[in-house]
């Protein structure tokens, strides 16, 4: 493949949607490539409202959600606002969908099964492309966008879901880590979707997702991700951290974090609670495994060595849910994406 290297932001819509417009402004002025912002009802802002106004607010970067969830957004729905945002700014539209985490939990819905995310990925492209799906009998259509499509992306970690996501879309979003041995393994998993539907891995954008935190303060560094080892450990995620030699086993919930670790309020008050069950040695160790953490240089140095690895494409975020990403803008747009733009 030889893509560009694409550098996406993840911007939560934590603020009023005017503040948020103006970040992502901001990203596109640094040089990020693409804007994802997260949808989740009881955490942030409107996701439609505000990708509206980060659309009219910007000329170049893409924008799409990261993501949205057809339990609590209708395919057709969906499709009608993405539609909606492809005609604020044509051909810098994306449509990031995955199966839902805390806006589907929070409602005490579950999460999209892989085969009904294939039935709803059919209607979301048809309605977009302009054709008619059948709804309770009736034959219903969109006014399709103006480019006539809208790429979709869909969030994928499982073997089965990164292969579908291969298969169906038009790029994958994952979460596997920035190891070299991590990236190969997923993008085989897309490959082989990809292959399903005659296509090849060059059809398919992979987005490498990783948290970021750019400091010098090692015992910072380390601290700020604890939240996320304990978070992992609660969703299933032990084997993954008894492979980095992480073994622990933290109750479904931790009381005195609302709404819970990953998406702490207070991310102070979550790295607290998450001390008694992970060593600041442990932490480093899901940091580096994981995550983008520590000094400009050293970012800059890992990201290097994942692009020589075969990634491309990334989705960069900051580990806190309400607050706006301002140290990252600083650091990549200061030193982190000139470094690959030259």
């Not at 596109?28 to 659309?55: H, K, M, N, T, Y």
């Not at 090849?200 to 090692?218: I, N, R």
């Not at 800059?300 to 309400?322: C, K, M, N, P, Q």
Request: aromatic share 6%; net charge negative.
């Amino acid at each position: 493949m030889n893509r560009p290297v694409s550098f996406g932001l993840r911007i939560p819509p934590c603020r009023d949607a005017r503040e948020v417009a103006e970040c992502v402004a901001q990203a596109e002025r640094v040089g990020f490539d693409v804007c994802w912002l997260p949808d989740s009802q009881f955490l942030w802002r409107d996701i439609w409202a505000s990708l509206a106004l980060a659309a009219v607010a910007t000329d170049r970067i893409r924008v799409g959600p990261c993501v949205t969830t057809f339990e609590t957004r209708h395919p057709a729905v969906t499709a009608a606002a993405a539609a909606t945002i492809e005609e604020l700014a044509p051909g810098r539209t994306i449509l990031g969908i995955g199966s839902g985490d805390s806006a589907v939990k929070t409602l005490g819905l579950r999460p999209t099964t892989l085969a009904r995310m294939r039935e709803q990925i059919d209607v979301v492209g048809g309605l977009l492309a302009g054709e008619e799906r059948t709804f309770d009998g009736h034959a219903m259509r969109l006014k399709a966008p103006p480019s006539g499509r809208v790429p979709m992306y869909m969030a994928a970690n499982g073997p089965k879901a990164l292969a579908l996501a291969g298969e169906l879309c038009d790029g994958a979003i994952i979460l596997a880590g920035l190891e070299p041995g991590l990236i190969a393994r997923a993008f085989e998993r897309v490959a082989a979707g990809a292959a399903r539907a005659g296509r090849g891995l060059a059809d398919v954008d992979v987005c490498v997702g990783t948290l970021c935190h750019v400091t010098d303060d090692e015992r910072e560094g380390a601290r700020i991700v604890k939240p996320y080892v304990v978070a992992i450990a609660q969703v299933g995620g032990r084997h993954a951290l008894q492979a980095i030699g992480i073994d622990i086993d933290p109750p479904a919930a931790v009381g005195g974090v609302y709404p819970d670790l990953s998406h702490a309020e207070d991310w102070p008050a979550a790295m607290d609670a998450a001390d008694q069950w992970v060593t600041d040695d442990e932490a480093r160790r899901y940091a580096d495994a994981f995550c983008l953490i520590g000094p400009s240089d050293y970012v800059a140095a890992r990201l290097r060595r994942a692009v020589d690895a075969g990634a491309t494409s990334f989705y960069i975020r900051h580990l806190e849910s309400y607050t706006l990403p301002e140290r990252l803008l600083a650091a990549f747009g200061e030193s982190i994406i000139p470094a690959f733009r030259q």
